[in-house]
């Protein structure tokens, strides 16, 4: 008995609900061939873009690359309208990341009407096989993913102040090594020197540069030896503020706005407020 009003519930679901469950939603067999046919579409579409910009590919098969391209942004363009419709709020879906993306995946091949070129930059229609998560219900990789941006924006005043002390600290060194080696070896200016100490101290070394003299080569070593240790900085930062963090998320999406990726026990949607299904 306690089950009757969850399915008459289920069975008074409207199109538009439908809809957006369809779309946005990984947990149902719908909603799961619905995401991997459109990722399949998406690979299709942006493999076609890719063998269209070969000459000799398109010299044969020009017409038929031009099909499927127009194939595949109709179907994308239909999607697009449809989850704008199926949400009660479509602005916010308009207005995130994955709106935008959706977005700039239809308009290239419109744009090619007027501007000759421009349905090669289709190849952003890459982006949205992020969505690839939701469908191998990959929860702890979406967990991750926030938890990961979580910890970089609380370690941004520590990572700034990191930045500017090591930018402090390779126009120190570019400026000496510049006074040590000077014109004659190489380091023909100041910002050149500074170019070599940032390539040194990132342990790059592209060798395009180097100092001749014993001081220039005693600098360069401890440069070296000091990129070792900077490089362990921001990572000991971040790793601090990955530790801190425990938070498990879910594939539920928000009826209102869209937005994916909820805590497990949320009851309202992080980004509307909106209470969640």
């Not at 419709?85 to 207005?95: K, T």
């Not at 990341?97 to 289709?122: K, M, Q, R």
């Not at 001749?212 to 240790?229: F, N, R, S």
């Amino acid at each position: 008995m306690a089950e009757e009003p969850a399915q008459l519930n289920h069975s008074r679901r409207s199109p538009r609900e439908w809809c957006r469950l369809i779309i946005f939603e990984a947990d149902t067999p719908f909603g799961k061939a619905f995401d991997v046919s459109l990722i399949a579409c998406i690979l299709l579409s942006v493999a076609s873009v890719m063998l269209a910009s070969v000459q000799s590919v398109m010299a044969s098969y020009g017409a038929l690359f031009t099909g499927l391209e127009w194939f595949f942004t109709i179907v994308f363009t239909i999607e697009y309208f449809l989850r704008i419709w199926s949400v009660r709020q479509p602005l916010y879906y308009m207005r995130s990341f994955y709106g935008l993306v959706d977005l700039a995946a239809i308009l290239p091949t419109y744009i090619s009407l007027f501007v000759v070129g421009a349905e090669y930059l289709i190849v952003i229609r890459i982006l949205r096989v992020l969505r690839v998560f939701r469908i191998l219900k990959l929860a702890k990789y979406l967990e991750g993913s926030r938890v990961i941006l979580k910890a970089l924006r609380a370690s941004r005043p520590k990572i700034t102040v990191f930045i500017i002390a090591v930018v402090a600290l390779v126009v120190i060194i570019g400026s000496l090594m510049y006074l040590i080696e000077g014109q004659e070896h190489g380091f023909s200016s100041i910002p050149m020197s500074i170019y070599w100490a940032v390539v040194t101290l990132t342990t790059v070394g592209y060798g395009d540069m180097s100092p001749e003299t014993p001081l220039g080569k005693t600098l360069a070593a401890i440069v070296m030896i000091i990129g070792y240790a900077i490089i362990a900085v921001p990572t000991g930062i971040v790793t601090a503020e990955l530790t801190r963090s425990d938070r498990s998320t879910t594939t539920r999406s928000c009826a209102n706005c869209s937005a994916e990726a909820h805590q497990d026990k949320a009851h309202f949607c992080y980004h509307c407020g909106h209470t969640l299904g």
